[in-house]
């Protein structure tokens, strides 16, 4: 079965940082550009950044750019998002997808989706 499953996610203060991690099962990531979403309370889901396939070649929305860092391991088959200087608007529902080789930041580009992992940012 091909799965992607987000973790990381959790409660951070403002300024905060955090982790999520996206592995998959039942198939290799070395193909795949791997893409994070965000979807917040109300809203339309976003794109936040990506990865290509070899790791060389990422990409950020302006609203997380210097904050957001992504990054894989393929050996582990997984990818990162590393969060820093959190602030309560990144609070958000985040999810990692895939897509053959090259980032797009389309929603409708990418294959295979993870269920999402919950990112709030509270004082």
């Known amino acids: 079965q091909l799965q992607l499953v987000e973790s990381g996610g959790g409660s951070v203060q403002p300024g905060g940082s955090l982790r999520l991690s996206c592995t998959a099962s039942?198939?290799?990531?070395?193909?795949?550009?791997i893409g994070w979403f965000r979807q917040a309370p109300g809203k339309e889901r976003e794109w936040v950044s990506c990865?290509?396939?070899?790791?060389?070649?990422?990409n950020y929305a302006d609203s997380v750019k210097g904050r957001f860092t992504t990054s894989r391991d393929n050996a582990k088959n997984t990818a990162y998002l590393q969060m820093s200087g959190l602030k309560p608007e990144d609070t958000a529902v985040y999810y990692c997808?895939?897509?053959?080789?090259?980032?797009?930041?389309?929603?409708?580009?990418?294959?295979?989706w993870g269920q999402g992992t919950q990112v709030t940012v509270s004082s």
């Open positions: 990865i290509n396939r070899f790791g060389s070649i990422t």
């Open positions: 997808a895939t897509r053959l080789v090259i980032c797009s930041g389309r929603q409708t580009d990418y294959a295979y």
């Open positions: 039942g198939f290799i990531l070395d193909d795949y550009a």
